[in-house]
Structure formats: C-alpha cells, structure tokens
C-alpha cells in the first residue's frame, strides 16, 4: 500500500520541518491530502510550500492553517497557484496574511 494522507497538525515543526515536508512533496508522487495545521511555519515556511506547489502535481488537498504565513508567505503562495493547476483545497485560515497577502 501507498501512504496518500498525511497528518502533521499542531507539532511545531517550525521552519526547519516544513522545509523538509515542502522538499517531501516536490519529488512524492502519491501524498493526495496533507493536513499542517498550527505547525509556526512562518513566512519561509509559506515561500517553501509556494515553491513545491509549482512543480508538485499530486495534492489535492493541503491545510496550513494557522501557521503565521504572514502577507509575504501568502503573495508566494498566490504566484505558485497561477502555474498548479492540480490543487483543489487549500486552507489559510488564520495566517495573518492581511490586504497585501490575501
């Protein structure tokens, strides 16, 4: 069996750890749903994610919500979502994205 649903919500993997998941699921051609929910991803954790979502072509669902995106790791996201044409879900709920993010 192949692993599609991975669940990651609320431990503080930080920068570092959502780096690492970002690079997982720019190569992982089977994780469908990922769920990161109040990991402290910061703004770099944002920038990390919008870089997989540009090449990543097998999620479909993916939850950063409440991870402090911040408006720099919401306008990253936005650019990578001109180019994936394969995400169906995406949560930013509570990000703190703001005018400039949103």
Known sequence: KTI???NLD????GLGGGK??????????TITTIDLYGNKLGPEGGK???EMLK???TSIT??????????QGGIAIAEAL??????ENLNLYCNELGPEGG
């Open 4 to 6: 599609k649903d991975i």
């Open 10 to 13: 609320s431990n503080e993997l």
């Open 20 to 29: 690492a998941v970002a690079e997982m699921l720019t190569v992982n051609k």
């Open 48 to 50: 990390a994610f919008a």
């Open 55 to 57: 090449v990543n072509k």
């Open 62 to 71: 993916i939850n950063l919500r409440v991870n402090d995106l911040g408006p």
């Open 82 to 87: 001109k180019v994936n044409h394969t995400l």
